[in-house]
């Protein structure tokens, strides 16, 4: 099996599925229906074995793309990706890190299914147009028009300013500890004024259902959950290619990922919603 091209090829495979779904769970599927058509073709056939299975897994991942995007409308609350704890060394791919992030996972949520699998295919694995028009079932001159729109759609979306990993670290150290401790003073001097937090309980535990904007509203909230709690514990974690925090009210997990410009925070995703945090116990292998 260690020659095997899926075997080989999996990591690769998985973190193109999770970056067009959001979801570990659903890109977990989608790699065992590409196994599944992999094991029914003559492997003496394919002549590039790593494209054949991109296309499949795309092919794969657009059709439930479609699906979901119908039932997401019906989602109690905001939707958040699916976080997944990854090793500090994902950070060292800096285009990989920002692909895989909660923010840009955000981000590409709001394109349309096709959209979404050309963006992922070109920008982040580099494929040739030619490859991702067999992948999406259109022509590469469509391709290379939709890559365009994707691309204006992201920019004007993504994050305004990247920052270094250990500064990132400092501010979400600092984050934690205001929140374990409860300090409204010290959570005000971490965010930005204009901070948004949005919060995923998917309707199975207490959550915002809208987003709550502004560092006065916002850590009030934050504050106030401290002495909601018989015991709130904060962990620094690597969420998604990033430092971020795990943290545990009375024992309940929550995965918690920011956005930070000039030194504070402008986003806090908070995901709660238990059935997207099975992924923080063992580090997501990813690759491009």
Known sequence: ??????????????????????????????????????????????????????????????????????????????????????????????????????AMLTVLETLAPTERAVFVLREVFDMPYGEIAEAVGKSAAAVRQIA????????????????????????????????????LQDLLEVMAPDVVMIADGGGIVSAALVPICGAAQVAPVLARAERLVEALETTPVWLNGAPAGRIEFDGEPAAVSIEVENGLITRIYVVRNPHKLTRLDEPARLAR
């Open 1 to 102: 099996m260690t020659g095997d091209p899926f075997v080989a090829h999996r990591s690769l495979l998985f973190t193109v599925a999770y970056e067009m779904l959001g979801s570990a769970a659903d890109a977990e599927d989608m790699l065992q229906e590409t196994w599944l058509r992999w094991a029914d073709v003559d492997h003496s056939q394919v002549r590039e074995p790593r494209a054949y299975l991109v296309r499949a897994v795309t092919r794969q991942s657009l059709n439930r793309l479609r699906s979901l995007s119908r039932s997401r409308e019906d989602y109690v609350g905001e939707w958040l990706p699916e976080p997944l704890l990854t090793s500090p060394d994902v950070a060292e791919d800096v285009e990989l890190a920002e692909s895989v992030s909660i």
């Open 148 to 183: 365009r729109r994707a691309r204006e759609h992201v920019a004007a979306r993504r994050p305004r300013m990247q920052v270094s990993r250990s500064e990132q670290q400092v501010v979400v150290e600092r984050f934690l500890t205001a929140l374990r401790t409860g300090k």
